[in-house]
């Protein structure tokens, strides 16, 4: 029995939804796959959106730019940076979508950095290793982790400690999930299966676990049973809706 | 009281009425892996196997077993289409993160509020929780799937267990060799009883309190 | 500069060393490579060692071997569950060379339940989730976890907790790290990146990365390059030695 | 004052000179990452990148970058034999339990005895800490790579930092367009100096207390 507001509810099989409260009825599309417009549904203002990528590469694009065009705002972000102006998600924060970054760097991003220093933007900074097993954290149902990371830096003021029986001190970091979830895939199969590709896998695969409700968007979406079972990174059951990547739209801040 | 397969076979085919097309589904060791040969007919299923895979299959041909292609009880599966394989602690991922639709457990007790005894005999046996206490406590549904009672007669349900428990209020469902039995905020209710028994019969055997449904069915 | 007793010396790297005790010049050998009685060498009394595999499926079964035929005793296991009789570890608790066992169940092998009903084994259980969890966060060098699973049941007896800031009591949950790791993989390169085989892939990769020194037992060993870098499921730095495995000697508790 | 290229070259090349055969190497933003272009002739070195891949090689042709294939400063990098791709829980997970031989990471101010500031800049810039924390805490040796001075001519390295700190007592050495610098358990030890620079150059651009080793190098 669970102990979620998700209880036992056989009927809850008729929809689509992860343990939190979002909950969409996809009848119509076989497996997970869904049309942009559907996953738009389940954005809205002042929610709480976890997206995967680290400076920007394998952030979902086309999610990006339909959650920018549908014009929700006052999001909290969790993830590992605020990308580049016109990179990842930085775009939400350039026209100021955000009020709130959960995040581990801001350096390229800086009009980022202008919105807090201006006190438009609240930011909260964790070490990047502590911020990716936070999110893990929540992606697997602890509660939080302990670590000594930045312990006797400002990084680790004002958090709860604990000493562990052995004597040895430890911050206590706790866990994070977020209402949805977004990730960009390589490969998807319709039951929500996960490749990764090279460098842009980075935080995907555990903010895939960390969201109530997963969107995955795919390069390529195959047939079930097309993956190979030993190479799948995030299993089916982490991801509620797959979208169709249109592409990376944005020139990367390297070329 | 020694029970035959007959009796354990349509317990698990009870269970398996309660899959739902869709749903990912968790077998314990046990009575319970029986359930996965009674899925019916047209109901899409997922195994997931704690040990770290989702999407198994039926038991294979004898001499077909894969010694590395294994369920959480120790014995060969096959893999099904859209089958992965992980490490346990994506496995207990899903079932923490509330992934997991529906698991069945034995049961050494069940509790009239749903608490569940399973891993523990006080100076007997204490053959550990394995992944019992991360199932009845995580999974949206449980399903208690036990005979009524001890081999020596006393019940299995009481009002307390008296056992160490696996988890507190996890049991929704019990399903036994005699009854099926809903786990409600008011208590226990029979709802079923198995073909041939009386609810005089259930209620004798039952120690904690039952509520008979107004229409009990039968199965 | 780390904090551990390995400091930054650089004739350190003429050695096959984890970041613990054990250290072993390997110059010999190209790679990681080592015959198995290399592998003995590590192996001593009263040593902490930690294996993968469920039930047995995937414990690595030339290396228990070695390690039964070499004598050592008084170790301290941690693991999954204490393998059945002749499968698995199971051999060496028969044989008496285990004092000590983490595990989430020994079920499966009554000779270990009836040595600690006699009071010749100590055994501690956490539940199998938890259990990996406490692994895996040795693994990666966090101090513990927080995690409600058997909160309120004697599971939790005895154990710290911890009041999160939201006011949800958790249970704090050690990290497990060991002297000496050993794993199955169905490949390994030379230079120690893994993959497994189905479900015996289960403790394996969070064990690896748990071992002080992680010795590897493989099915097959190839050249460095020969595996898909986005398919290694165990990147080779976590692994200091691998052995070619003889293949498994036990017969299946279900044949 | 602005430093030409060859100046930081020169730095890079000589942080190259602490690889050693077989290491396994992380180098952070900006200047630290000129490093992996000079590893000596014929040592293996495997670099790790934060985001999620170990055994990256030099940077691509233009015009053959891979948009996905990039290391934890976003610049494009190629794949060597061996590499491998993983998430950033395992790179971190590599960094915090040891496993990394040596890190190159900037500074912005270095104390005397190793502490290392390079996230924060009061009242200035707040660009957050990244992985730095976890490199500079974790890495078994931290070489910091900087100019000696800052823009306006200050000292860098102090007696304290003023700055917040990334890690305590985590630097082992910094090497400088002016000098390379042991950090000591008995503190600062100047042990080269640049080529054309003096040993009191070095010590009037430095503000901590740096004891001379009895025969200082040049690099």
């Known amino acids: 029995m669970s102990r979620a507001d998700d209880?036992?509810?056989?009927?809850?099989?008729?929809t689509v939804a992860g343990p939190g409260k979002v909950a969409l009825t996809l009848a119509a599309e076989p497996g997970k796959v869904a049309p942009l417009n559907r996953a738009l549904e389940v954005f809205h203002d002042g929610m709480t959106l976890m997206f995967g990528g680290f400076g920007g590469v394998g952030t979902p694009p086309t999610l990006i730019r339909a959650i920018l065009e549908s014009g929700v705002r006052d999001l909290t972000l969790i993830g590992n940076d605020s990308g580049f102006?016109?990179?990842g998600v930085g775009p939400l924060i350039v026209n100021r979508r955000v009020s709130r970054l959960i995040v581990s760097h801001i350096g390229s991003n800086p009009v980022a950095g202008k919105q807090m220093t201006d006190g438009e933007l609240r930011v909260e900074f964790s070490p990047q290793g502590t911020l990716a097993e936070r999110i893990r954290a929540g992606g697997v149902g602890l509660g939080g982790i302990l670590v000594d990371v930045g312990l006797d830096t400002i990084a680790g003021e004002g958090k709860q400690m604990l000493v562990l029986e052995d004597g040895v001190t430890y911050l206590v970091e706790s866990a994070l999930t977020a209402e949805v979830a977004i990730v960009h895939a390589r490969k998807a199969d319709r039951s929500g299966n996960l490749l990764f590709d090279k460098t842009a896998r980075n935080f995907n695969p555990f903010?895939?676990?960390?969201?109530?409700?997963t969107i995955a968007e795919a390069d390529e979406i195959v047939p079930v049973g097309e993956l190979d079972p030993e190479e799948i990174v995030t299993p089916g059951i982490f991801v509620d809706m797959i979208v169709?990547?249109?592409g990376v739209g944005w020139k990367w801040a390297w070329e | 009281m020694e029970v035959g397969l007959g009796v354990k076979q349509r317990m698990a085919a009870r269970a398996a009425q309660e899959i739902c097309d869709g749903m990912v589904v968790n077998l314990g060791i046990g009575l319970p892996t029986?359930?996965?040969d009674h899925v019916p007919e047209g109901r899409r299923v997922t195994f997931q196997a704690e040990n770290g895979m989702l999407g198994y299959g039926r038991t294979p041909e004898r001499g077909r077993e894969d010694p590395n292609l294994i369920n959480?009880?120790?014995l060969p599966v096959t893999e099904e289409a859209g089958a992965s394989y992980f490490d346990s602690t994506i496995a207990f991922g899903m079932i923490r993160r509330g992934r997991l639709d529906l698991t069945v457990l034995g049961a050494l007790q069940v509790g009239e509020r749903g608490d569940l005894a399973n891993w523990l005999v006080p100076g007997q046996r204490v053959p550990g929780m394995g992944g019992a206490m991360e199932l009845a406590q995580k999974a949206r549904k449980v399903i208690a799937l036990t005979l009524h009672t001890a081999k020596d007669g006393s019940p299995k349900i009481l009002p307390e267990c008296t056992f160490p428990l696996t988890a507190r209020e996890a049991v929704d469902m019990i399903i036994t060799d005699l009854a099926v039995i809903e786990v409600t905020p008011d208590?226990?209710?029979?709802k079923e009883v198995a073909e041939g028994v009386s609810v005089g019969q259930v209620l004798s055997a039952t120690?904690?309190?039952l509520a008979v449904d107004r229409n009990p069915g039968c199965f």
């Open chain 1, 7 to 14: 209880a036992a509810d056989p009927t809850a099989l008729q």
């Open chain 1, 85 to 87: 102006p016109e990179v």
């Open chain 1, 207 to 213: 903010v895939a676990m960390a969201g109530d409700f």
């Open chain 1, 244 to 246: 169709q990547s249109e």
């Open chain 2, 34 to 36: 029986l359930v996965a």
């Open chain 2, 72 to 74: 959480a009880g120790g």
């Open chain 2, 187 to 190: 208590g226990l209710l029979l």
């Open chain 2, 207 to 209: 120690s904690a309190r």
